[in-house]
């Protein structure tokens, strides 16, 4: 039976990888954490705007949108640069490389290629790009919900 070839530190490649999936979860978790927070803040936000502008459905309707989107901007903000702190946390980017402008890389799935994560953390590049990629889409069916909701609230 061939052994498991050793990494840098002289823990086997599994050990390496879950080390790193270990990590990456629980930053995704705490990113998701954030988020349910800002979707708490955008119920609010809405019901609070609805009530006060029931008699102008124009204006309403601006309103609602334009409160849901900054929470929601505002929540991807923080989950990205929780990211950046992870990276800075484990010394994840390379050397010379801002750990936020590789966050916002890889949250967003720009994917430029112009920065890799140091080998031994790899795999926090594409668990990043999951996370974004599950909270952008959370994020659309809100946003989606909250046109409907309004739209549905407005009178004919």
């Known amino acids: 039976m061939a052994k498991t070839p050793k990494g840098s530190a002289g823990f086997d490649r599994d050990t390496i990888m879950l080390r790193q999936i270990t990590f990456g979860s629980t930053i995704s978790l705490a990113n998701i954490a954030v988020h349910a927070m800002a979707m708490t803040m955008v119920i609010r936000a809405v019901r609070s705007t609805a009530a006060k502008w029931l008699s ?17 901007m505002a929540a991807h903000l923080c989950e990205i640069a929780i990211w950046s702190l992870a990276y ?15 966050a916002f ?24 790009a999951m996370n974004g990629v599950l909270l952008f889409g ?11 909701r309004t739209l549905l609230g407005t009178p004919k």
Do not use: H, K, Q
Not at 108 to 128: A, N, S
Not at 138 to 148: K, Q, R, Y
């Open 138 to 148: 959370w994020s659309t069916a809100v946003i989606f919900e909250v046109l409907s």
């Open 88 to 102: 800075a946390f484990v010394d994840a980017t390379p050397e010379g490389a801002e750990s936020l402008y590789f």
């Open 56 to 72: 102008f459905p124009s204006l309403r309707l601006g309103t609602v949108m334009i409160a849901t989107v900054a929470v929601l």
């Open 105 to 128: 890389v890889n949250f967003t799935t720009l994917g430029y290629g112009d920065i890799v994560p140091v080998p031994r953390w790899r795999l926090l590049g594409p668990m990043t």
